[in-house]
């Protein structure tokens, strides 16, 4: 068996943060700006490779540059980043050497959105079509254990717990319930005595609560997103949210307050009321309008991180389905999300897991990448949404994310080049995790 990453390694502690076996590769005065290191669950089940490997001639996408390195050399040793360069370096003796012609290498890819929903080994698929980090925003903890008794190999599973939200509950299995403060302080000390790696309020908890969330939260350095649909959403950023799930929870914010309170109430009423109400709204939306350029200069403002998930609401009229009111309303949200990334709002890539309708399993975050594509996206914007810009949304960007010397290496090696076409990202050839090749 490998060595593997002690758990205190990414603590919460800054002082244990320094006394990780790894930590001298990265440069203190970035890590004392680290208020608070995600931990992920899983982090001493990853075994941390033992080898040299040097990538030569290969096209890199770093994360963090804005066009690709030509020709380029990369040399990982003992789980880390040890040199990023062109060609020429000095390669050591006892390296694996791979031969990067007609390859890419880019990061790992950081799922923002990820849902496990009891899918059998499909945390094991995904990493293998890529993901090598996933963050699950509503189950709990527990509900991993299977697939981490299995011995297979694991993204890193960045946990939130089980969403907060008020009774009745959407999603019961998924769900702590609270109803006033006191609960709230009580379900936060649960969740962060679990050392969850951020907290996610879902749509019944109210602006009052979700205020007492984000303080506590953030007493602890804990960021704290989202699914809102029946909260405006500039009130609940102004409470304190890190983040915000789903392109559906700006919706009555960029509506009349009447028609707001319309779908607030049916939501009230009966959870399932969104199914219908929230294509219904979205269709009369006008995303030129003067409330979608408030909404999208006061995500822009506030630096809030945006998961559109636009693969939970496509749809296609196809054989028997004919729905119009679903077909236009998702074609607004398509289009509200082109508009947000043309503004530089700070968009990352969540898959939504297992159930996305269009996508072939396992390939439901290529496929979110693809829709993003279709909004105007350009590619190095889609790499960086889900590369570089989840690590700084999940806190874990001082050691994921990029490809640059120091870090942890989290790699992929694509046939093709994305940048040109973006469907090659499903091309994977290979992928690294923690400087190990996953079988």
């Keep these: ?36 290191l995600a931990k992920e669950v899983n982090s001493n089940e990853i075994p941390v490779g033992d080898k040299t490997i040097v990538f030569t001639g290969v096209s890199l996408i770093d994360g963090v540059s804005e066009s690709l390195i030509k020709n380029a050399t990369v040399i990982v040793r003992n789980g880390l980043i040890e040199k990023v360069g ?16 007609g390859l890419t290498l880019m990061p790992g890819l950081i799922d923002a959105h990820f849902h496990y929903d009891y899918v059998k080994h499909y945390p094991t698929k995904a990493l293998k079509n890529g993901i090598t980090s996933a963050r699950d925003p509503g189950q709990w903890i527990e509900a991993y254990d299977f697939e981490r008794q299995t011995g297979d190999p694991l993204p890193r599973l960045f946990l939130t717990g089980p969403h907060i939200d008020m009774p009745p509950p959407s999603w019961p299995n998924d769900s702590y319930m609270v109803r006033d403060k006191a609960e709230v302080k ?90 219908s109400g929230r294509f219904e709204m979205w269709k009369n939306i006008d995303v030129n309008s003067q409330a979608a350029d408030s909404m999208i200069s006061f995500l822009v403002k506030h630096q809030t991180f945006f998961t559109p998930t636009l693969g939970a609401y496509e749809y296609r009229i196809e054989g028997e389905k004919n729905d119009s009111i679903r077909l236009i309303g998702f074609q607004r949200m398509m289009d509200f999300i082109g508009r947000c990334q043309k503004a530089n709002v700070r968009i990352v890539v969540g898959s939504h897991g297992p159930w996305v309708e ?3 399993r396992g390939w439901s975050y290529q496929h979110e990448m693809g829709l993003l594509a279709k909004t105007g996206m350009d590619n190095m914007k889609i790499i960086k949404a889900s590369t570089i810009e989840p690590a700084r949304f999940l806190k874990i960007d001082h050691r994921l994310g990029s490809i640059e010397k120091g870090k942890q290496a989290d790699l992929l090696l694509i046939e093709g080049n994305p940048l040109e076409n973006i469907k090659d990202m499903y091309n994977i050839k290979k992928v690294m995790l923690n400087g190990q090749w996953v079988n």
């Design 186 to 275: 009580q379900a936060m000390d649960y969740l962060i005595g679990q050392e969850v790696s951020a907290i996610k309020i879902y749509h019944r908890l109210p602006l009052g609560l979700i205020k007492e969330v984000c303080d506590i939260a953030h007493a602890h350095g804990l960021p704290v997103t989202a699914h809102l649909e029946i909260t405006d959403a500039r009130q609940a950023i102004l409470a304190g949210l890190d983040g915000i799930e789903h392109v559906t929870s700006v919706g009555t914010a960029l509506v009349s307050k009447k028609r707001a309170e319309v779908f607030r109430q049916h939501m009230l009423a009966d959870n399932d009321a969104r199914k």
């Design 86 to 101: 062109e060609a020429g370096a000095n390669i050591p003796s006892e390296a694996e050497i791979i031969n990067g012609e």
């Design 358 to 360: 269009y996508a072939e």
């Design 1 to 36: 068996m490998k060595p593997t990453l002690i758990a205190s390694c990414f603590s919460i502690s800054i002082i244990s943060f320094f006394s990780c076996s790894q930590t001298g590769t990265i440069k203190e005065s970035a890590a004392k700006e680290i208020a608070f």
